[in-house]
């Protein structure tokens, strides 16, 4: 697996998860809304693991958390 973009991919979990927690979502209720498992997002999430995700993943969890993709980034 390519190392040069692990610091993106681990800032977008990171925002993730500030977001999903303003909104006083779990990670089983926003893994359920996105329509990913539980695991997928907690590696997603979690600052010491580099998860890709495709956009479209990406994308709904945006809409999940009713916030524009750009917020992510």
């Known amino acids: ?3 040069k973009h692990d610091k993106k991919y681990k800032k977008i979990g990171i ?7 303003k909104r006083k979502l779990t990670q089983e209720a926003l893994a359920n809304k996105v329509g990913i498992s539980y ?8 600052p010491n693991v580099v998860k890709k995700m495709s956009l479209e993943v990406l994308f709904d969890i ?4 009713e916030i524009d993709i ?3 980034l």
């Open 1 to 3: 697996m390519s190392l």
């Open 15 to 21: 925002k993730i998860s500030e977001y999903r927690l």
């Open 39 to 46: 695991s997928y997002l907690t590696q997603i999430e979690a």
């Open 62 to 65: 945006a809409d999940a958390l």
């Open 70 to 72: 750009k917020d992510l």
